[in-house]
């Protein structure tokens, strides 16, 4: 998965820092922005919409469970390069 060069928005970064930190989706969003992967290589990972991320990344829709252990795999991974 590639690295974004962009980065999150400070406003972005406090919406995810408020959101519901047991959800799937947020701590997702927190190992992303930690790491500064990128909204629309996570939607490429999962096949679905940038939209649907920014959703997930904020606890505003929860993650289908079709995905949670693609999701645990990834944090894992991720915590590890760090």
């Known amino acids: 998965m590639k690295a974004s060069n962009r980065g999150y928005s400070t406003r972005f ?3 995810v820092n408020a959101a ?3 959800k799937p989706g ?3 969003a927190l190992a992303c922005i930690t ?3 990128s909204v629309i290589s996570i ?3 999962f096949k679905v919409s940038r939209t ?3 959703a997930w990344f904020k606890g505003e829709s929860n993650v289908p ?3 949670f252990k693609e999701i645990n795999d990834l944090l894992r991974a991720l915590n590890t390069v760090g």
């Open 26 to 28: 947020v701590q997702l």
């Open 35 to 37: 790491y500064d992967v």
């Open 52 to 54: 649907t991320v920014y």
């Open 13 to 15: 970064i406090d919406d």
């Open 20 to 22: 519901d930190n047991t």
């Open 43 to 45: 939607a490429n990972n």
């Open 65 to 67: 469970r079709k995905h």
